[in-house]
């Protein structure tokens, strides 16, 4: 089975500050997504990284893939309120197409 | 935009019961998936469909079942409700790497 571990579970910070979310697994993924899921809501993609190294930057956000494809980190700059949300990485299995997902990481930001 | 819906958002049950989660979604998307979400646990994935009539067991599919006669149609069914069943339960389409999600049905098994 494959399995993604997160860390940290929970985080919470104060408005500004940075942070980063790690996304670790033994198991090599084809390719690894980011979600975000907000009170009451499904998860809502937030990016998909497919190159082992490759880094994205979606606003205040940096995505990073690890060059092995075991791992994956997420960096918030200077967080804001409304960044507040449960964070799942997720991997793809391939040719089986399931869609594994890490434990998440509750980030809470306070104004 | 794509829709998945699912059919409660709500629900409580009793033990012994069997339960019927409906999932639609509008875009003939091919492959479908149930969840289960509990805290600390992530999403975990309970059966997933890459076709009509299609399944494939996920990591947890122990008293679960699913039944996918319709392509925008994904059903998972608990044959005999459990209290280690409450959870929330989410259902996904997926085209190319990006997955949708329906807003979740909150079971509650009683």
């Known amino acids: 089975t494959q399995l993604l571990e997160q860390s940290p579970q929970f985080l919470s910070i104060q408005e500004g500050e940075n942070l980063t979310v790690y996304c670790n697994s033994s198991?090599?993924?084809?390719?690894l997504q980011w979600y975000r899921q907000e009170p009451g809501e499904g998860p809502v993609l937030l990016v998909t990284v497919v190159t082992g190294g490759e880094v994205k930057k979606l606003k205040r956000l940096t995505f990073q893939f690890g060059d092995a494809r075991k791992d994956s980190s997420l960096h918030i700059t200077a967080a804001q309120p409304g960044d507040t949300g449960l964070y799942l990485c997720?991997?793809?299995?391939?040719?089986?197409?399931?869609?594994?997902f890490g434990t998440g990481t509750l980030l809470a930001v306070q104004p | 935009d794509v829709k998945v819906t699912q059919s409660s958002r709500y629900l409580v049950k009793r033990t012994g019961e069997k339960v019927f989660l409906e999932c639609v979604q509008d875009m003939d998307h091919e492959n479908m998936f149930w969840y289960r979400q509990d805290p600390g646990l992530g999403l975990r994935l309970i059966y997933f469909s890459y076709d009509v009539k299609m399944k494939e067991k996920g990591d947890i599919p122990e008293g679960y079942s699913v039944s996918r006669e319709k392509k925008e149609r994904f059903s998972l069914i608990l044959e005999s409700a459990s209290t280690n069943q409450t959870s929330m339960y989410l259902c996904?389409?997926?085209?190319?790497?990006?997955?949708?999600f329906g807003q979740g049905t909150r079971l509650t098994v009683v």
């Open positions: 997720a991997g793809d299995g391939g040719a089986t197409n399931k869609l594994i």
């Open positions: 996904a389409s997926r085209h190319n790497t990006e997955a949708f």
């Open positions: 198991s090599v993924f084809s390719s």
